[in-house]
């Protein structure tokens, strides 16, 4: 149980920095407003910052609570399925699909946040303590 969480957090915190890298070397990211002076600035970005961790602040919290109970085959199938969401959430918050119109951020961490949401759902479905070993009769 303590490993499937400490294999959480860890994986949250590398794909949420990995995340927050992403956004800042997105075009225009942090380029201030022309009217912004000061504290707003500085809190402008802070506000995107949080905004680009928010995804991984929820579903850690989530993914702790529903996973680390379950069979370990579900934390680790739910790292790798994060890990793909991660990247392609990256590729779209960079634009690597050459979208004429680049998808607004909120509503890229919008679907990662539900992605998430869903692969801890599934995994925790799939891989249940209660019936761990059904398949070793295969």
Do not use: Q
């Not at 995804?55 to 850690?60: C, D, E, V």
């Not at 934390?75 to 994060?82: G, Q, R, V």
């Not at 050459?98 to 925790?124: D, H, M, N, Q």
Request: charged share 10%.
């Amino acid at each position: 149980m303590i490993r499937n969480i400490r294999r959480l957090i860890i994986l949250h915190l590398a794909l949420g920095i990995a995340s927050v890298i992403a956004y800042a070397a997105r075009p225009g990211a942090f380029a201030p407003p022309s009217h912004a002076r000061g504290w707003n600035i500085a809190l402008a970005a802070l506000l995107k910052v949080l905004l680009a961790w928010l995804p991984y602040f929820i579903s850690g919290y989530y993914s702790c609570e529903v996973l680390a109970s379950r069979d370990s085959k579900a934390s680790l199938a739910f790292i790798y399925i994060a890990t793909g969401i991660t990247l392609i959430g990256l590729a779209l918050n960079l634009n690597l699909f050459r979208a004429s119109i680049p998808p607004a951020p909120l509503l890229v961490f919008g679907g990662v946040t539900v992605a998430f949401l869903v692969s801890a759902r599934v995994c925790a479905a799939i891989w249940r303590r209660d019936i761990s070993g059904w398949d070793s009769r295969l």
